[in-house]
Structures are given as C-alpha cells and as structure tokens.
C-alpha cells in the first residue's frame, strides 16, 4: 500500500521574498517537489525556510518584504535557510523615521459587541470578580501562602459570587536601592496592580513592618480607593503574637472584603470595556503566518468596537520601530516610541547585551533565524490601527482609551506583570513551540500557531490558528473567530488555564540596583 501524497504548503509573505516557510505538519522530506518545480536539496523541518533562488555569499535573505539577514555562504535554490547561514543586520537607526505619516483610512465603528462583566466605581469593567491581596515585600509570601490557602478552603465556599483570591507577591520592598534611577517603575507596577479592574477596588495590604517600601509609600493618598483608609485594609505583620495570629487576622480581613464582592453580578457592557493585552511566547517562525497576523485582525475588530488593547515587547519590535513611528497618531506619539526604544537601548548596552540576546534555542528550533526575523512576525499583533499612545513600564492607562504601545521587556512573566499594572482584564497569549503560561488575575486565551500544538496541547490550547495555514481559516475569518472568543471569555467563558488552576509568578521589572 503506498503512502498518501503530501501536497507541500509554502508560505511567502511578500512577493520580494526569496525565502518561504514550510507550513506541513512534521515538515517535508529531501527530494519533494515544490510548486512551481523547485526540489527540496534536504529535509526541512516544519516553520523552516527554503531557499527560492540561488543566493550569493552576502546577498539579502528576504522574508516579510525586509531583509532579515544576509547569506553568509552561498546558499542554492532547495536549501534549507537557518541562522547558521544569515550573518544579521545592524539594528535600524532611531534617527530619521517617518513621524505620523502612515495614516489609516477612517474605518466604520463596530457597534452592538457587549459582554457580561463587572462595573466598577471608577468606570472600569472587571472580566472576573477577584480579592487581590497586595504586599509590600517578599518577606510575608510564606504567610501569607498559608492564609490564602485557607481563604480558598474556608471562606471562598461562602461566597459563590467570588471567583478568586490573587496574592500578589513579588521580591521587592526590601535589600534593594529604593531611591535609585529606576527604581519608580517596581513601585509604580505594584501600586497599579492594585487597581486592577478585575479586583473591583477591594484590595487588602499585608506588610511586615520594617521594609523599605512601606505601605505609605506604595500607597500614598489618593493613589487607589483604599489608601484613604489604609489601616482598614492592612495587616502589619510584626503587630501579631505569633504565626496563627497573623494568618487568623488576614482572614478576617479577607471575610470583609469578600462580602462586598459576593454582592456584585454580572451585567451587559459594551466591548468598548475591555483592555485586552497582546503577547507571544515559544514563538516559531508560523507566529507572524497564523497566529499573531489573527490577533493582528482581532485587535482591528477590537478597536472598531471601541476597546483597549496593549502591545509590548520592545526588543521583539525594536527592528520595526520604523513601522511603529509611522503609524504613530501624531509626531508627538512617534516620539514616545523613539524615546522607549532609546531607554531600552541605553538599558541592554549598560548590562552588555543588544537586542540579539532575545531570540532563544526554541525560537530558533522553530525556525526563527534571528530577532529580526521573530519582529516582523511578532508586530504584526498591533494590526493596522493608528498608535495612539505610549506607556512606560509599569504606567497606568488612566483612563485613556485605543491603540497603546506599552513598553516593556520582551519577557512572558514581566511583559504579563506590566499589562496587569496597565490596567489590562483581558489576555492574548500566542505560541508556536508551546508553554503553559496563565495569568491568576485575568483570563489568558492561548492561541496555538500550529494544528499539531493544538491537537497535542489539547487541553491547553484555547484557540488553534493553524488552520489558516491549512486554508481552512482565512486571516479574517480567524480574527473575527477570536474576537467572538475573548467577548465569551470576558463573559465568565473559562480558559483551560483557569480551569487548571495554571498561573505564572508576577514578576516586577527593577532596572534598580539590588543591594
């Protein structure tokens, strides 16, 4: 009996391109025929590139219509292209960019979009309805493990309306240069945190006593509802006779506060509510084909209905700054965005590393050459919109609402951590190579850039955008697919990661000196 044909998938993304991605699941063997009559010289693997002309030593490798690398041999027409044989570019200048001058046409709004969630008194919707518990140094995690472990047993059964406790721990307050440059944006991510729209306003304080960072300091008046009255919500550790006093005062703080949220329901908001936050982790080199050009047209969908949405990563978009610059709502926007480049620039150099330290082993297993490369796949996120703002890290929106670059560093842990401070309730998290990344305080749909990662992560996946490249899905067609997804999810739909109970460690960014 013979084996079944496989027909070979190529997918080029520009027509200048002289390299494509094999799109088959496992890959292709040596020797299959490719459209248009090219023979493959070896095995490609799938997400890996082939040659489609002869290349020179030094001529450019062409992928998304820009040069990701240049041929550091010659290279024949069949050949598998991995980062052995691309020698990089330099990063692109920040001097010089187009400023504002790629205008989107006007698009008409989406109206009629709502979801189920939970307003607040500041004009914020929660997607879930969560006690956060903040703290002000990693000194009280282990008790408070415990309590909140006990709050999960104990009172959380009492209050079927709630549908969580998130300790908010970290490894800051305390051993750390607390009035150095930088040390603004650890402080600020935790007080922002805090406002989360998912915690509905109801945060508790656990502090230890003799940190750096106190409590009047990561809450000072008028910086969220309860520093007002801080000594209604907080609980000072070193006032306590022992252990069992401190866990049993914690709970009777908690019980206080999980009454009033029991008390909240549900009810109909527009989509215009939702901060959603784009991020990709274990890329592969089907990222930028499948998964995140999808969320690239959900986020256009998501903006016509008048949402919010976050993109980040600064060395993972740092070689499209000129893309970014130009799709800057106004000069002053494409500024911004020069000036986060800049920071991150000076921040890499002064710890001896530039933006090639990004790209990791599975990245380039996955058939990602270098972060050149992974940038064009991972901006296309943003979709087409125009960029209307810039936040630094561990910035609030404060209220303002479109298309937000959130500057932050490209890590899973910290990028999640500083779109939680930003305000985010809602996650996207796109992956080729697979992780089982989830986030406690807000909703993470996992999107999977492959029909087999999806198939065999079956129960972490949420969302498999394989299938365009299989042609069962068009890029549309998966975005709006998505965008129908995330207004079920924000309506209480939960994710496989909450039905796990999967969820990271936040993790603070602190460009500070430690002490």
């Given at each position: 009996?013979?084996?079944?044909?496989?027909?070979?998938?190529?997918?080029?993304?520009?027509?200048?391109?002289?390299?494509?991605?094999?799109a088959n699941d496992g890959g292709l063997p040596a020797g299959t025929r490719l459209p248009g009559g090219l023979v493959l010289l070896e095995k490609l693997p799938q997400a890996h590139k082939v040659a489609l002309r002869d290349l020179r030593a030094g001529d450019p490798v062409r992928r998304?219509?820009?040069?990701?690398?240049?041929?550091?041999?010659?290279?024949?027409?069949?050949?598998?292209?991995?980062?052995?044989?691309?020698?990089?570019?330099?990063?692109?200048?920040?001097?010089?960019?187009?400023?504002?001058?790629?205008?989107?046409?006007?698009?008409?709004?989406?109206?009629?979009?709502?979801?189920?969630?939970?307003?607040?008194?500041?004009?914020?919707?929660?997607?879930?309805?969560?006690?956060?518990?903040?703290?002000?140094?990693?000194?009280?995690?282990?008790?408070?493990?415990?309590?909140?472990?006990?709050?999960?047993?104990?009172?959380?059964?009492?209050?079927?309306?709630?549908?969580?406790?998130?300790?908010?721990?970290?490894?800051?307050?305390?051993?750390?240069?607390?009035?150095?440059?930088?040390?603004?944006?650890?402080?600020?991510?935790?007080?922002?945190?805090?406002?989360?729209?998912?915690?509905?306003?109801?945060?508790?304080?656990?502090?230890?006593?003799?940190?750096?960072?106190?409590?009047?300091?990561?809450?000072?008046?008028?910086?969220?509802?309860?520093?007002?009255?801080?000594?209604?919500?907080?609980?000072?550790?070193?006032?306590?006779?022992?252990?069992?006093?401190?866990?049993?005062?914690?709970?009777?703080?908690?019980?206080?506060?999980?009454?009033?949220?029991?008390?909240?329901?549900?009810?109909?908001?527009?989509?215009?509510?939702?901060?959603?936050?784009?991020?990709?982790?274990?890329?592969?080199?089907?990222?930028?084909?499948?998964?995140?050009?999808?969320?690239?047209?959900?986020?256009?969908?998501?903006?016509?209905?008048?949402?919010?949405?976050?993109?980040?990563?600064?060395?993972?978009?740092?070689?499209?700054?000129?893309?970014?610059?130009?799709?800057?709502?106004?000069?002053?926007?494409?500024?911004?965005?020069?000036?986060?480049?800049?920071?991150?620039?000076?921040?890499?150099?002064?710890?001896?590393?530039?933006?090639?330290?990004?790209?990791?082993?599975?990245?380039?297993?996955?058939?990602?050459?270098?972060?050149?490369?992974?940038?064009?796949?991972?901006?296309?996120?943003?979709?087409?919109?125009?960029?209307?703002g810039v936040l630094s890290p561990g910035e609030h929106l404060d209220g303002r609402r479109g298309l937000f670059y959130a500057a932050t560093p490209a890590s899973d842990f910290i990028c999640g951590t500083l779109q939680l401070a930003a305000g985010m309730n809602l996650h996207v998290f796109?992956?080729?190579?697979?992780?089982?990344?989830?986030?406690?305080?807000?909703?993470?749909?996992?999107?999977?850039?492959?029909?087999?990662?999806?198939?065999?992560?079956?129960?972490?996946?949420?969302?498999?955008?394989?299938?365009?490249?299989?042609?069962?899905?068009?890029?549309?067609?998966?975005?709006?697919?998505?965008?129908?997804?995330?207004?079920?999810?924000?309506?209480?739909?939960?994710?496989?990661?909450?039905?796990?109970?999967?969820?990271?460690?936040?993790?603070?960014?602190?460009?500070?000196?430690?002490?």
């Open positions: 009996m013979t084996a079944p044909v496989r027909v070979p998938v190529l997918v080029r993304m520009h027509p200048q391109d002289n390299v494509a991605v094999v998304y219509g820009v040069t990701i690398g240049h041929a550091a041999c010659d290279i024949a027409a069949g050949r598998w292209v991995h980062e052995r044989l691309l020698t990089m570019p330099e990063a692109p200048g920040l001097h010089g960019l187009p400023m504002a001058t790629a205008q989107a046409p006007e698009v008409p709004p989406l109206a009629g979009a709502t979801f189920q969630g939970y307003r607040n008194a500041d004009g914020s919707v929660g997607t879930r309805n969560l006690l956060a518990i903040s703290t002000t140094v990693q000194c009280v995690a282990g008790v408070l493990d415990a309590a909140v472990d006990r709050i999960r047993r104990e009172l959380l059964p009492r209050y079927p309306q709630v549908d969580g406790v998130v300790a908010l721990t970290h490894a800051y307050g305390c051993g750390v240069a607390i009035d150095a440059p930088g040390a603004e944006i650890p402080i600020r991510t935790l007080r922002h945190l805090a406002r989360n729209p998912n915690f509905g306003g109801e945060v508790m304080l656990v502090s230890l006593g003799c940190e750096k960072l106190q409590p009047e300091r990561l809450f000072p008046p008028g910086s969220i509802p309860i520093a007002g009255d801080l000594a209604a919500h907080h609980v000072r550790l070193q006032d306590d006779e022992g252990f069992g006093a401190m866990v049993a005062r914690i709970l009777r703080q908690a019980d206080t506060h999980l009454q009033r949220l029991n008390a909240r329901r549900r009810e109909t908001v527009p989509a215009s509510a939702l901060v959603v936050g784009m991020q990709c982790g274990g890329s592969d080199a089907l990222s930028g084909v499948t998964a995140n050009p999808a969320v690239g047209a959900c986020t256009d969908l998501l903006l016509r209905a008048g949402a919010t949405v976050l993109f980040s990563e600064t060395t993972e978009v740092r070689d499209a700054v000129a893309q970014l610059t130009a799709r800057a709502r106004t000069p002053a926007v494409a500024q911004r965005i020069v000036d986060e480049m800049a920071w991150t620039d000076a921040y890499l150099a002064r710890g001896g590393v530039d933006r090639s330290a990004n790209t990791t082993p599975g990245n380039k297993a996955g058939g990602l050459a270098n972060i050149v490369e992974k940038a064009m796949g991972s901006v296309v996120k943003s979709g087409s919109r125009p960029i209307d796109t992956t080729g190579r697979g992780t089982p990344y989830g986030l406690a305080a807000c909703p993470v749909l996992k999107v999977a850039t492959r029909s087999e990662l999806a198939r065999r992560w079956h129960d972490l996946m949420d969302f498999d955008a394989g299938r365009i490249a299989s042609g069962e899905w068009s890029v549309e067609a998966a975005g709006q697919a998505m965008f129908d997804q995330l207004l079920a999810v924000a309506g209480g739909q939960r994710t496989w990661a909450e039905r796990h109970g999967l969820a990271n460690d936040l993790v603070l960014f602190n460009p500070a000196p430690v002490t």
